[in-house]
């Protein structure tokens, strides 16, 4: 599994260290306002956890696993629900964790989604932001870490379903998927 690694982006004491600033952030913003937490499912699973631990106000835990139909997703609002929470949100402050925002796509939806179900506030954090690949502009409330146009895994994040399980951020070799 390892040596289809290209280098390591961001080490398990890198991770450790910014998700707690990224908590203190999330905790000066909120205050002691109670917040559901949507975990972005798969990927996000490991930085939520490890995140919400740090946070003091009252959190709810809910799972969420979606895909977008690309940018028609952006102008229909239309996506792809594999996984829905089990909760109402209206009026409640909702906190979107993400993995990674890519082309902007899918957050751009869920946001609205959350909006448009009545949610008081809906932010988003995520763990990594490639900015060189937007297609739609979107910027998350709070950001991990910015990382550059490679396909990115560890940590929760996937190729193919594969190396979820590193403990560390890092970029595949080009080979792995592009053959
Ligand atoms: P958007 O809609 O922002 O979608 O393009 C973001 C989703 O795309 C996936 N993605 C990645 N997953 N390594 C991954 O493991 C990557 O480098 C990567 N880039 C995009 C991811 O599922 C995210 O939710
Ligand atoms: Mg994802």
């Known amino acids: 599994m390892t040596n289809d690694i ?15 600033e990224l908590a203190q952030e999330i905790n000066d913003f909120f205050g002691n306002s109670p917040i559901v937490a949507v975990f972005v499912l798969k990927g996000s699973a490991f930085f939520a956890s490890d995140l919400i631990r740090w946070l003091e106000m009252d959190v709810t835990m809910e799972f969420m696993s979606v895909s977008s139909y690309g940018l028609e997703s952006v102008s229909s609002g239309k996506l792809s629900i594999k996984k829905d929470i089990d909760t109402d949100v209206a009026g409640k402050n909702v906190l979107i964790i993400e993995d990674i925002i890519d082309t902007g796509i899918t957050l751009t939806t869920l ?18 932001s490639k900015p060189s690949r937007r297609l739609v502009e979107f910027e998350a409330d709070f950001t991990g870490f910015e990382v550059p146009d490679a396909f990115v895994v560890g940590y929760g994040l996937d190729y193919a379903d594969r190396y979820r399980n590193l403990p560390y951020i890092a970029a595949l070799k080009r080979s792995v998927y592009e053959k």
């Open 111 to 128: 946001k609205k989604l959350f909006q448009s179900r009545g949610a008081k506030t809906v932010k988003v954090v995520t763990m990594l």
């Open 6 to 20: 290209d280098r390591i982006l961001y080490t398990e004491e890198q991770i450790y260290k910014r998700v707690k």
